[in-house]
Each structure stands twice: as C-alpha cells, then as structure tokens.
C-alpha cells in the first residue's frame, strides 16, 4: 500500500515505511522527530521543474507529465519503494501545502501504475496459498 502525507503531519503506527520525496528538507523539521526509513532526494523533481511548477494548480496536469517522464527515465531511483510497497505500507512524505497537488501524489500514481504493470510477484511463496 502506497500512501502520501504531509511531513508535518503526526507520525502514526499505521505509517509503514516513510520515505521524504522532496529534494529540499523541509522548514522547521528535525530528522529525528520525522522517523525516516529514507530522504530520496533524486526521486525528486528536477529543481528546473519544481520551480517551473512552483504547486501551481492550474500547471499540475503538465508538472504531472513532465514529472512522470522524470521518473520513467530514472528507474533507479524508485525500483526500490516497489519492494517495500509490495511488503507493507509505505508512506511518501512531502512539505507542500498542497495536499493534492504535489510530486508524492503523482509518484504514488505512477509506482501504483507500475505495481499494477508488473503483477503479483512469481516467486513460489506467492503461490503457497493458491495449491
């Protein structure tokens, strides 16, 4: 399960695996106090696109285009947020205002997209329950 929250939002047990996908760490916050399992800088948008969009949301239909096409040419950087949204929860951490309009919710989009792609995994485990 893919979901997306604040940073400024209270941690909670449900949160899984939290991951900040923002390139600037936010104002105000404390390492600590956000319990990070990670800080995915690169996963971010490029700060060209990032200033361009500036969480604009009449731009947020082309940030989200121009940002998926980021991400498709960037496997690497989230191949791995794939694993552990397949184990668990994973909870993708932003500092924007915006509650829907932000990178988290078109990367959780896209990695929801590319769970749904890829299908259930082939490892035998998975089949355990279907003998």
């Known amino acids: ?73 960037h496997p690497e950087h989230w191949q791995g947020l794939l694993d552990i949204a397949r184990r668990g929860t994973l909870t993708l951490l932003y500092a924007a205002r915006q509650e829907h309009y932000n990178n988290a919710r078109v990367l959780a989009e896209f990695l929801e997209e590319e769970l749904d792609r890829q299908g259930p995994s082939s490892s035998p485990v998975c089949y355990a329950d279907e003998l």
Do not use: N
């Open 1 to 73: 399960m893919i979901q997306c929250k604040r940073v400024y939002d209270a941690v909670e047990e449900g949160d899984g695996q939290r991951v900040l996908v923002d390139r600037l760490w936010p104002r105000g916050c404390r390492r600590e106090s956000l319990q990070l399992a990670d800080w995915l800088r690169d996963l971010a948008p490029s700060d060209r696109l990032r200033k361009d969009f500036c969480h604009d949301p009449a731009l947020f239909d082309e940030f989200r285009l121009l940002y998926r096409t980021e991400l498709a040419a």
